[in-house]
């Protein structure tokens, strides 16, 4: 890899060695890469690409990944020796352009610290690197030497004729070489993405380490707890608890002792942000920040979040540093509370309910949400999304190796595992009512101070889960949802629907899960049809 670095370095007009934020500003400015803010954010646009594109996310099939990897509609195979070729052409692509170089890592617990180098030909793209990794200091940059590289060239368009490429842009991981190479979109996500994925891969595979698409934080008795959730679930807002310490929010390991945040910063999605939703969010995205694909109030500087002209993916991205109430480094101990969070739009599971360690693994490969009318085209009735390990898009394994682990991991310890529904209930969306937001505080505060540990448990039908008859601050008519339907059969129905479709997104998990997994699964007894 390191002629590869010194072939792009030698043949590149100049090259910006790992620049300031301030120094990245400056240049993405001069090269019209972007506008400051009011704020002082870098607001610059990603061009054709405002999201990922999973279609055109490849993996390299080799020896090493061949009977490894989970091959199929989410990691795509793309063969050596064509990987050989298009590496070759990027690295042409570079020739007599200024290119950014960025020495990073991953993983903030240093057993696990993974250096990258990042090469980009714009600007912003290198202060998106600054922000979403990790930091190294000025001591540790005299001497790191990289494990992984990504060369990232928005301008270089593939052909796919003879690429072996599906279009013309392209995001590609090399596990034997350690090179992730993007190409044809200027989209940033790419790059955070593509070291996740890697760490989805290196550490349950080689280091028998769960990687996790989680927030999580740290109470004031150094209590860990973890919070898993699709878009719309509350996450975000139910993981920045001003009584406790953010650890990060979105990517995470756990190892034997400790749960640690892979990043140095956050990525946000911005649509109709405001300091009183977010204020996290919101008061971080000052100078060193960027925003992308975001649109000004006309005649200001000030951002529009409400404006979607480009995209709905409006997002901004930021060292954690510039959030309050950190903890630092971002490690915590092993968790005490893990939090499944669903906004269940068919208004069937209960508000809160405690899984055993079996039901944890099939709701965590069902990885279950809904969308609502309206979200989406389309979109008329509630909508079941399920997405495996709750972030199928990452995984480069079978959903049930980190499924069968993070099993292991519950036994060894004790940690409790919650179903949190924040969606609807007395009926699905359109007849029932969103779960209040001071009711699911509630209940994951009576959880994470030990609350419910000695409380009276029922269990509910077809999904089997335990239910509280009675917890602090919260209504008791409200735990059980088959009692705040006003038609109790109607209630059953639903519930059998849901039930047929959790088993029917399951089958195709089967063939690599166990007997006591599969067991756990709803009991059916109608057709969803």
């Known amino acids: ?3 590869i670095v010194e072939k792009i370095i030698s043949n590149a007009s100049k090259t910006h060695l790992n620049l300031s934020p301030a120094e990245l500003v400056e240049q993405a400015i001069l090269r019209g890469e972007g506008e ?64 950014f170089v960025r020495d990073a890592y991953a993983c903030a617990d240093p057993n696990f610290r993974l250096n990258i180098k990042v090469i980009n030909e714009t600007a912003y793209q290198n202060l998106f690197s600054n922000n979403l990794f990790l930091r190294p200091t000025a001591e540790e940059l005299k001497t790191q030497q990289h494990d992984w590289l990504i060369l990232a060239a928005p301008n270089f368009r593939a052909n796919p004729e003879v690429d072996g490429t599906r279009q013309h842009n392209f995001a590609i991981i090399n596990f034997t070489k350690k090179i992730i190479l993007i190409g044809g979109t200027g989209y940033t996500g790419e790059i955070k993405k593509g070291i996740f994925s890697v760490l989805n891969y290196v550490l349950p595979h080689e280091r028998n380490t769960l990687s996790m698409h989680c927030s999580a934080n740290i109470g004031k008795d150094g209590d860990t707890a973890i919070f898993f959730g699709l878009s ?70 000030d951002v529009d979040y409400t404006n979607v002209s480009v995209t709905e993916n409006t997002r901004a991205a930021y060292p954690i540093d510039l959030v309050d109430n950190i903890a630092m480094p971002s490690v915590g101990d092993t968790p005490k509370n893990i939090f499944f969070l669903t906004a269940d739009a068919f208004g069937v599971l209960p508000p809160i309910s405690r899984l055993t360690p079996e039901q944890a693994m099939y709701h965590f490969i069902s990885g279950y949400t809904a969308k609502v009318a309206g979200t989406e085209a389309g979109v008329t009735e509630p909508q079941a999304t399920f997405s495996a390990c709750f972030g199928k898009a990452f995984l480069p394994l079978h959903p049930g190796k980190y499924a069968a682990m993070l099993g292991d991991k519950l036994r060894e310890s004790g940690a409790k595992v919650w179903l949190i529904n924040t969606g609807w209930t007395g009926g699905p969306y359109g007849v029932g009512s969103r779960m209040k937001l001071s009711y699911t505080r509630a209940m994951i505060t009576a959880a994470l101070e ?3 540990d000695n409380a009276q448990f029922e269990k509910l039908p077809v999904f089997g889960l335990e239910i509280p008859v009675s917890c602090p601050d919260v209504p008791s008519e409200v735990l059980n949802p088959r009692n705040t339907w006003t038609d109790a059969s109607a209630y059953d129905a639903k519930a059998a629907h849901l039930a047929e479709l959790f088993v029917k997104n399951f089958a195709q998990f089967e063939d ?13 007894t109608r057709s969803a049809n």
């Open 232 to 301: 719309g679930t509350g996450k975000t807002t139910l993981s920045a608890d001003p009584s406790r310490k953010l650890i990060g929010d979105d990517e995470h390991g756990w190892a034997d002792g400790s749960v640690f945040n892979f990043e140095g910063g956050c990525y946000a999605k911005c649509i109709d942000l405001t300091q009183e939703k977010e204020p996290q969010i919101y008061n971080a995205i000052r100078f060193g920040a960027l925003v992308e694909n975001v649109r000004m109030v006309p005649g200001t500087r």
């Open 450 to 452: 030990g609350k419910l």
């Open 36 to 99: 400051l803010t009011n704020t002082g954010a870098l607001a610059a646009d990603t061009g054709e690409f405002t999201g990922r594109s999973p279609k055109d996310k490849f993996v390299v099939y080799d020896e090493n990944t061949k009977d490894s990897v989970w091959w199929g509609d989410i990691n795509n195979r793309f063969e050596s020796e064509k990987f050989d070729q298009l590496l070759d052409k990027v690295i042409a692509h570079y020739e007599g352009k200024e290119v």
């Open 512 to 524: 690599g899960v166990t007997d006591e997994i599969k067991a756990a699964a709803p009991k059916a």
């Open 1 to 3: 890899m390191n002629s």
